[in-house]
């Protein structure tokens, strides 16, 4: 794009409403922009892109977005490269029914400016997403972030998501088995979830970065979940959540210590949760929840194996011993005595490893009465008309508070076809916790 130029390419055709990008050969180019081979963009000009039909711009093969400043809209997919797709720089206001970036390979971000308000993942990956530096602003999503693996490197993001807010999942196109993953090692990340926060269906490993998981309230789902191995070895995680599936850390002993606290009752939205050592200096500090919670998980450097921490939320307070492994079992605050060997007892709530777990009092962590808070214009990171347009202007600044959410947009994606985007999706409450395979 020539620099200083305004451009625009729209396709007019009323939206296909197939859940896959159709394959007959009479409505073969399914996009705004589209290409059998490589699409390569470059430049600092602007281009805005309605896909009508389907996709705004999709390649068959490689999508390469070098730098240029994008508005796209779409039915179907907004950047979606068949092979890979690959934003080096730039800066995108995407609106979307399905996914903002999509891939049946992988998807790497490596900087520049995304907002985005997507009526199925933000962004997503068959195989591996990465994310590298820049910011990532999730108004509204289904998941937020998905792939079979999924690496973030370092980036300032925000995640709405009526959903898990990053999840791990997905089918090898062999049928082959998958190894799934989430690896986090840095970058300044806040995921407000209606489901899973973190969600691998295999092994989580943070190695650092900054990340805080605001909910979900409700039982059925977790602040991060999985299936195989959950090892924090540096950077800083505060999640708060419902105890009803609540999952610590299980790297067997190795790696960084953290606390677990229990509270009586639900914290209300905006209760401080204040962190401090057993000579009283403040360690941690936050009043920036948005969902109610009963269970508190912090890890960072400052945590040490074996010292007793003082935590207070609200009127809540109690003192916790922190511990390298705070027992990957999902479940309740453990009943009665400690088991040691994090196996759970018959007809009992999982033990958790050793002495590890603190409570206000009696708590049973039962989740909150009523319904979670619904996921509306009060969790975005953005302004706007309610209509899910990407808004004027810049979009605003991602700090180290994590703030930036504003307006009474509900998020909607544009076409007036989009999934219900309500905020409040709930999955069915399981009796027994099953992993989340998209």
């Given amino acids: 794009m020539v620099d200083g130029s305004d451009n625009k390419i729209s396709d007019m055709r009323a939206a296909n409403t197939q859940d896959e990008n159709s394959t007959s050969e009479n409505n073969a180019y399914d996009a705004a922009v589209y290409s059998e081979g490589d699409i390569n963009l470059t430049g600092s000009g602007k281009l805005t892109v309605e896909g009508g039909y389907e996709d705004a711009i999709h390649s068959k093969s490689n999508l390469n977005v070098e730098s240029g400043n994008y508005s796209i809209t779409a039915s179907h997919h907004g950047l979606n490269g068949k092979k890979t797709l690959v934003v080096k720089n730039g800066n995108f206001d995407i609106t979307t029914v399905e996914d903002a970036l999509h891939s049946k390979g992988d998807v790497t971000f490596e900087n520049g400016e995304l907002n985005i308000n997507a009526g199925?993942?933000?962004?997503?990956?068959?195989?591996?997403?990465?994310?590298?530096?820049?910011?990532?602003?999730?108004?509204?999503?289904?998941?937020?972030?998905e792939g079979i693996t999924v690496n973030i490197e370092g980036v300032n993001i925000l995640v709405n998501s009526s959903d898990d807010g990053i999840n791990a999942a997905g089918d090898s196109t062999d049928g082959s088995q998958v190894s799934y993953a989430i690896n986090i090692s840095g970058g300044d990340i806040k995921i407000i979830p209606g489901g899973d926060g973190i969600d691998s269906n295999g092994d989580l490993n943070i190695s650092g970065g900054n990340i805080v998981v605001d909910g979900p309230s409700n039982g059925g789902n977790a602040p991060i979940d999985y299936d195989g191995t959950g090892t924090i070895t540096g950077g800083s995680i505060l999640a708060t959540g419902n105890s009803g599936m609540f999952q610590g850390f299980n790297g067997n002993n190795q790696g960084q210590s953290s606390i677990i606290y229990y509270l009586d009752n639900n914290a209300a939205t905006g209760a401080t949760i204040k962190i401090s050592d057993e000579s009283g200096n403040e360690i941690f500090l936050s009043a920036d929840q948005t969902q109610s919670y009963n269970a508190v998980l912090y890890s960072s450097a400052e945590i040490e194996s074996g010292k007793t921490y003082k935590v207070s939320v609200g009127d809540s307070e109690g003192s916790v011993t922190a511990g390298n492994s705070q027992g990957g079992n999902f479940g309740q605050p453990p009943q009665g005595g400690m088991g040691g060997n994090g196996q759970r007892p018959q007809g009992q709530p999982?033990?958790?490893?050793?002495?590890?777990?603190?409570?206000?009092?009696?708590?049973?962590?039962?989740?909150?009465?009523?319904?979670?808070?619904?996921?509306?214009?009060?969790?975005?990171?953005?302004?706007?008309?309610?209509?899910?347009?990407?808004?004027?202007g810049q979009p605003p600044e991602m700090n180290g508070n994590f703030q930036g959410r504003g307006g009474n947009s509900q998020g909607q994606p544009p076409q007036g076809q989009p999934p219900e985007m309500s905020g409040n999706f709930q999955e069915e409450e399981e009796t027994a916790r099953a992993s989340h395979l998209k």
């Fill in 120 to 145: 199925d993942d933000a962004l997503h990956a068959d195989n591996t997403l990465t994310v590298k530096d820049g910011k990532i602003n999730i108004a509204a999503s289904n998941e937020g972030l």
């Fill in 350 to 392: 999982p033990e958790m490893n050793g002495n590890f777990q603190g409570r206000g009092g009696n708590s049973q962590g039962q989740p909150p009465q009523g319904q979670p808070p619904e996921m509306n214009g009060n969790f975005q990171g953005r302004g706007g008309n309610g209509q899910g347009q990407p808004p004027q």
